[in-house]
T-cell receptor
């Protein structure tokens, strides 16, 4: 089954304690992205990757790091989490070329992060 | 990427047809129109995509007029489970690495 898998689904942590949210896709997609979703602000892109070892900042990259060492994995790293990073996070993947009529992004189930 | 405008919210009763219109005046020649659905605390899910005229699948229909400056997502005979946020996105094929979701339209279906 084609899917994007995020772990963990829920995480409560303390300020300053480094954490990693993993994301893996089994569709051989070139593109992968991370978004955060906050009430009233919608979905905002944090980082994206267009292929292995190719990453770039999205709209809200401050406080986050990513890496793309393998095509299937795109972990999100919070080196020193702060309460303002409490949010719902989504990982997504998609094909680079796009297929007419069905060029879509697939999203993970989400990770609800609380930083206290 | 072209900016889109959609209603913030809509209400409907079960069994009715719901039409959500999206305005995208600055759509480019190579842009496609894509709609996503998002349930609370879940990731967005692709519904339908089109370039012009009409596209239909098992879930919805998408109507695009000749000038392509707007589009309408049509959900036939909605049920309570169609309560969700619907996003209209405009961009070229293969732009999935940077999706601009905007605020979307929150659809509430009631009995």
């Amino acid at each position: 089954e084609a899917q994007v898998t995020q772990n963990p689904r829920y995480l409560i942590t303390v300020t300053g304690k480094k954490l990693t949210v993993t994301c893996s896709q089994n569709m051989n997609h070139e593109y992968m992205s991370w978004y955060r979703q906050d009430p009233g602000l919608g979905l905002r892109q944090i980082y994206y990757s267009m292929n292995v070892e190719v990453t770039d900042k999205g709209d809200v990259p401050e406080g986050y790091k990513v890496s793309r060492k393998e095509k299937r994995n795109f972990p999100l790293i919070l080196e020193s989490p702060s309460p303002n990073q409490t949010s719902l996070y989504f990982c997504a993947s998609s094909l680079s070329g796009g297929i007419r009529g069905k060029s879509e992004a697939f999203f993970g189930q989400g990770t609800r992060l609380t930083v206290v | 990427l072209a900016k889109t405008t959609q209603p913030i919210s809509m209400d409907s009763y079960e069994g009715q047809e719901v039409n959500i219109t999206c305005s995208h005046n600055n759509i480019a020649t190579n842009d496609y129109i894509t709609w996503y659905q998002q349930f609370p605390s879940q990731g967005p899910r692709f519904i339908i995509q089109g370039y012009k005229t009409k596209v239909t699948n098992e879930v919805a229909s998408l109507f695009i007029p000749a000038d392509r400056k707007s589009s309408t997502l049509s959900l036939p005979r909605v049920s309570l489970s169609d309560t969700a946020v619907y996003y209209c996105l405009v961009g070229p094929l293969g732009s999935g690495y940077a999706l601009n979701f905007g605020k979307g339209t929150s659809l509430l279906v009631t009995p």
